[in-house]
C-alpha cells in the first residue's frame, strides 16, 4: 500500500488550499483515512480522519479546524481530501495523509502549507 499526498502550497491568511491522498493497492473495505500536520518543532497531531462507511462512517476534527476544514472521501477511487478554508498562520506545517487498516497504519509523504502574506 503507498500514499500520494498532494495540493500544499503557500497561500495568503485567509485564503483556501484542497490537499488529496491518493492510496494505491489493496486497502480493503474497511479503513480509516485522514490528516495530520506537523509543524517545526512540534509534534505530528490529527488535523481530521473519516472512517470508510464499512465501519459505519463517521468523521473526527481537531479543535483549531471544525468550522473552518472539511474531510471528505470517494472509496471508489481509494482518494481522502482536505478542504481547508479561511487558513490561518498557525495553520502551516507539513501535513500527512494516513490511512489505517485492520493489519497496519500507513503514512504518505507530507505536503507543505504555508499560510502567510
Known amino acids: 500500500v503507498q500514499l500520494q499526498a498532494s495540493g500544499g502550497g503557500l497561500v495568503q491568511p485567509g485564503g483556501s488550499l484542497r490537499l488529496s491522498c491518493v492510496a494505491t493497492?489493496?486497502?480493503?473495505?474497511?479503513?480509516?483515512m485522514g490528516w495530520y500536520r506537523q509543524a517545526p518543532g512540534k509534534l505530528r497531531e490529527l488535523v481530521a480522519s473519516?472512517?470508510?462507511?464499512?465501519?459505519?462512517?463517521?468523521?473526527i476534527y481537531a479543535d483549531p479546524v471544525k468550522g473552518r476544514f472539511s474531510i471528505s472521501r470517494d472509496n471508489a477511487k481509494n482518494t481522502v481530501h482536505l478542504q481547508m478554508n479561511s487558513l490561518k498562520p498557525e495553520d502551516t506545517a507539513a501535513y500527512y495523509c494516513?490511512?489505517?487498516?485492520?493489519?497496519?497504519?500507513?503514512w504518505g509523504q507530507g505536503t507543505l502549507v504555508t499560510v502567510s502574506s
Open positions: 493497492g489493496s486497502i480493503g473495505s474497511s479503513n480509516i
Open positions: 494516513k490511512l489505517t487498516t485492520a493489519a497496519n497504519d500507513y
Open positions: 473519516a472512517a470508510s462507511v464499512g465501519r459505519v462512517g463517521s468523521t
